[in-house]
């Protein structure tokens, strides 16, 4: 059981870094240009410790007579782990409102555990998974509503450790509502992941239990180039159930989010966030991430601008 909660708490992270989790230096800048490519690269650093009492065998009690009762011996179990997160997508834009996207992730784990006196340690690099990702723009510049994205992610590959390789195990959506006041960009992000029943290499059931993300952040363009972000979030997790029943509740956590965008060149830019707990069980992650365009640069803001006024006056 503990090492389901240790993948879960993993699976969950990586969703909640994926790109439309952070807008970048400009929000007209979210989705892929059409008819051009984006490649986004990311590393991420997770850290989580957890503590618990666990069981450490049995004492016999002798209740005289002949008559024994057996209690248990109830010692403390520790353990850390470090991962590395690497992440790798291609996005490209189907039209002026819509992109579409493939990436994956791998993860190297360090454990190390203390079960009363016995010490252990344990490591692995493995592919996680493998997602195909979509994003629309449904409203920008309205008069009257705010500027909204709407995102969705289909797992075609799982490798999730602990757990038999599948695809289509999870579904994610959600949608990015934000509004501009220069230099100032107040935005909310909310997301629902539904996941599948799973086997474990063992061969038992396993019913992860569905996801729900609500994130605000304020961003502050402090020059043309650096943007600064901050903000919380809230995540529920349902309960884990087995063919025996729950064998975790349903969970909530609070955290807090912390960012730095810095436009490298037209090309490039560069992203750095840290996540850290406030409240509920879990661990902190940094993460660092590069998003590049590829191919020929798209013409700049300000020419997309006036085309567009030219072909509404036309």
């Known amino acids: 059981m503990y090492l389901f909660k240790i993948i879960l708490a993993v699976g969950i992270l990586l969703f909640a870094s994926v790109t439309h989790a952070d807008l970048p230096l400009t929000v007209d800048d979210l989705l892929a240009d059409k008819n051009r490519f984006k490649l986004d690269t990311d590393l991420s650093y997770y ?26 011996s109830i010692g403390e179990s520790n353990a850390n782990t470090d991962s590395l997160i690497a992440g790798l997508g291609v996005r490209y834009g189907v039209s002026d409102k819509l992109e579409m996207g493939v990436k994956t992730n791998a993860i190297y784990r360090n454990a190390r555990h203390q079960n009363g ?23 920008k510049n309205h008069a009257k509503l705010p500027d909204m994205i709407g995102f969705g992610e289909l797992s075609l590959y799982d490798n999730t450790q602990g757990l038999k390789s599948k695809s289509g195990t999870s579904a ?20 629902y992941q539904y996941q599948a029943n799973r086997q474990t290499n063992v061969g038992t059931r396993v019913e992860l239990g569905d996801t729900a993300t609500l994130n605000g952040s304020v961003g502050f363009a402090v020059n043309p180039d650096i943007t600064l972000t901050g903000g919380v979030g809230v995540r529920h ?3 884990d159930k087995n063919e025996l029943g729950k064998f975790e509740n349903r969970s909530t956590q609070t ?20 996540r850290m707990p ?37």
């Open 117 to 139: 006196a016995e010490l252990s340690k344990s490591s692995n690099t493995h592919l996680n998974d493998i997602s195909l990702s979509a994003q629309y723009q449904f409203t």
């Open 255 to 274: 955290t807090l989010n912390l960012g730095f965008a810095y436009a490298l060149t037209a090309r490039s830019n560069l992203t750095a966030n840290v």
């Open 172 to 191: 994610l959506v959600g949608f990015t509502t934000y509004t501009v006041n220069d230099p100032i960009v107040l935005s909310l992000t909310g997301t």
């Open 278 to 314: 406030i409240s509920g069980d879990g661990g902190s992650t940094l993460s660092v991430g590069l998003t590049t365009k590829l191919g020929a640069l798209p013409p700049p803001l300000s020419q997309k601008y006036r085309q567009t006024k030219s072909d509404t006056a036309d």
């Open 47 to 72: 850290n989580h410790h957890r503590s618990s009492v666990a069981t450490q065998g049995f004492e016999m009690v002798d209740l005289g007579q002949g008559r024994t009762l057996y209690m248990p």
């Open 237 to 239: 997790k349902w309960a």
